[in-house]
């Protein structure tokens, strides 16, 4: 306890150093938590994205690759569940409820989803959260389009906002469904999951987008239809990219997953959203942890940059160790004092890196959280961030250990006295 | 052995690692509560003979006894330990922790010995640093919770000084302790440190080039006189 007091008086006598050397020590360890809390924030987000839905089916492909198909929207299907079977499972007598979802179109770099009232009322997104309207209403009218948080704020749009949809998945279309207008009736409110950027429409509305199409293009000038004589048209959609389904019971959904994945009429695939997301996050997973290992490293350049400052430090003491011997300090009293310096400098920096990075998650709360899809929630320190912290300062005591040895060694042969 | 002396050095010689014998003392004893003088020229092997007393050296051969304990007989960390609870020392200048108050710097020999803690009996050490202060002719209060850098050369001696005496040593050792100060300083210094160590019956080896000092002590000893290695 004495020589903690006497390391620290110490120190306050070579303020300027020392500050540096916390300040680089607080700042690697701000990074390390920081790294940590968007990890953890990230992949909860992604846990997130989807729940309360026991089973996707789509057409037969990756599990993977569903996966991203219908809950994060990327990539393409090459083929579609026919609308017969998907009538037939979700009329199924354990089947409780059925999202339809249709992909193919874009909007301005943002995915067309085509879909029904069920979406509004069964998607379930963040441990059971339902989505709601910032504004207007779910479509009920053939044109009309409910878009989410983000496409409305990137584009301005307001409900009764006219928009355009485009054919195909790339970013930029040369083909417009300009013929038939849509009119967005609402607005979701902001949920940090794919939802925020998709414009979402009726089955039938993609119908009667592709109503005139043949083959992939689009009729010639004279034989396109106009919105008013598509109405009339039977819009029953062929098929549809996939559907979530939610089942009666949880445990009844290995057996509907079974019976879907061995389904003799169609090729079918069934996955359960929670396995395949944990899959797809331990491929993701992999990037993510190279983040912690760069992160590590630093906190392990500043002790480094620690133990430097120390060492560089030991030839201007040697007359303060001298003096430390002369009134009886031992030479393991010397050593106790270096390693208690570096434990306290290492203290002050992980105190100081933990409120840096707390705080600057604080500052930038709401940022991540609209921009990234990502919300960081600030939570008192978790017992993982306090091992984190505990294990830099065990690892500072560690290299502290190899100027104490220098300066144990230099007190042995400088003796009691040192002369200018 | 309580009543062994304070310092007995016999047949001791001391060489630097290749060099030559630089040291050769037949006999050399400190009774107990003894003040003896030891001059000499710069050079003539004063500090490495501070050096053997210490502990902090080792001779090539005789013995070191102190308190009728041979320091080579005990391993290094004892010998530490040993220096610490019975040896008190004031050196020419720098004596003091920059970074710590006067009455820190006083204090400190306690928190390294238990035997010299365990002497201040029923006194606190905020108590005998203070009396050792004032005893020094330190008495102004402020002085006490000053930096030491405020303090004059002088001062810092002071403090030194009652810093190498707090907790009853039995032997002080002064290395030219008064080298830095004027004439005046020099003799206030002397008298009081010489009243303190008579009232703790301290033993006192004073070494120093400035034979004007000697007559203030019981003996004199000329360190070219008892080196047989010059």
């Keep these: 306890m004495w020589l903690l007091r006497l390391a620290f008086h110490s120190l306050l006598n070579r303020l300027s150093t020392a500050l540096l050397t916390v300040s680089t020590i607080a700042i690697s360890v701000a990074l390390l938590l920081g790294v940590h809390m968007v990890r953890n924030a990230a992949r909860e987000s992604f846990e997130n994205t989807l729940s309360g839905t026991d089973l996707i089916v789509g057409a037969r492909t990756g599990s993977i690759d569903l996966l991203l198909l219908s809950v994060f929207r990327i990539g393409n299907a090459d083929a579609n569940v026919s609308w017969k079977t998907y009538q037939k499972i979700s009329h199924h007598p354990d089947v409780a409820w059925t999202i339809p979802i249709s992909l193919g179109d874009m909007h301005r770099g943002f995915r067309v989803l085509g879909t029904n009232g069920d979406y509004f009322l069964h998607y379930r997104y963040n441990a059971g959260r339902s989505l709601t309207f910032a504004k207007g209403h779910a479509f009920s009218d053939l044109f009309d389009a409910v878009v989410g948080a983000d496409v409305a704020r990137a584009m301005h749009y307001d409900v009764s906002t006219q928009i355009t949809l485009s054919h195909g998945t790339g970013e930029v279309s040369f083909v417009d469904h300009a013929d038939k207008p849509f009119r967005i009736v609402g607005i979701l409110a902001p949920t940090g999951t794919p939802v925020d950027r998709t414009v979402h429409v009726s089955l039938e509305a993609i119908s009667a987008m592709h109503a005139d199409w043949q083959g992939g293009t689009q009729a010639p000038r004279k034989f396109r239809l106009t919105p008013d004589e598509v109405r009339t048209r039977d819009l029953t959609p062929d098929g549809v990219t996939a559907f979530f389904v939610g089942m009666r019971s949880k445990v009844m959904a290995f057996t509907m997953q079974r019976a879907i994945n061995a389904y003799r009429e169609e090729p079918l695939l069934a996955i359960l959203p929670g396995v395949t997301l944990t899959q797809l996050w331990n491929l993701v997973g992999v990037a993510d942890a190279a983040l912690v290992i760069v992160s590590a490293c630093v906190v392990v350049a500043g002790l480094l940059g620690m133990m430097t400052s120390i060492l560089a430090g030991l030839n201007e003491r040697r007359r303060e160790m001298a003096i430390l011997r002369a009134v009886g300090a031992r030479a393991h009293h010397v050593f106790s004092l270096l390693v208690a310096e570096s434990g306290l400098l290492a203290l002050a920096g992980t105190i100081g890196g933990a409120g840096l990075c707390y705080g600057l998650v604080a500052l930038m709360r709401k940022f991540p959280g609209e921009r990234l899809g990502i919300h960081i929630a600030i939570r008192p320190p978790g017992a993982q961030d306090i091992e984190i912290l505990i294990a830099v300062i065990a690892a500072a005591l560690l290299v502290g250990m190899i100027p104490a040895l220098r300066a144990y060694r230099n007190t042995l042969s400088d003796g009691l006295q040192l002369r200018t | ?230």
């Excluded at chain 2, 080792?58 to 019975?86: C, E, I, M, Y």
């Excluded at chain 2, 002080?172 to 019956?201: H, K, Q």
């Design chain 2, 1 to 230: 052995m309580a009543d062994a002396p304070a310092i007995e050095l016999s047949q001791l010689t001391f060489a630097w690692p290749g060099g030559r014998v630089l040291l050769s003392i037949d006999r050399l004893v400190l009774a107990r509560g003894e003040r003896v003088f030891l001059s000499g020229p710069s050079g003539s092997g004063k500090s490495t003979l501070l050096g053997l007393i210490g502990g902090v050296l080792r001779p090539h051969s005789g013995s070191v006894r102190l308190l009728g304990t041979s320091l080579l007989a005990l391993p290094p960390g004892r010998v530490d330990r040993f220096r610490g609870d019975h040896i008190g020392f004031v050196f020419q200048s720098f004596n003091l922790l920059p970074y710590l108050s006067v009455m820190a710097n006083v204090m400190l020999p306690l928190q390294f010995s238990t035997v010299r803690r365990e002497r201040l009996a029923q006194a606190r050490p905020e108590e005998e640093a203070s009396r050792l202060i004032h005893a020094l002719g330190l008495a102004d209060r402020d002085i006490q919770e000053r930096p030491v850098h405020q303090l004059s050369i002088g001062q810092q001696q002071r403090v030194a000084a009652a810093r190498a005496l707090i907790g009853q040593p039995e032997v002080l050792i002064a290395d030219e302790p008064t080298s830095s100060l004027d004439a005046d300083a020099r003799g206030d210094f002397l008298r009081l440190l010489m009243t303190e160590c008579a009232r703790s019956g301290t033993s006192v080896l004073f070494v120093s080039h400035d034979c004007a000092l000697s007559d203030r002590f019981d003996r004199s000893v000329a360190l070219h006189e008892i080196n047989r290695a010059t």
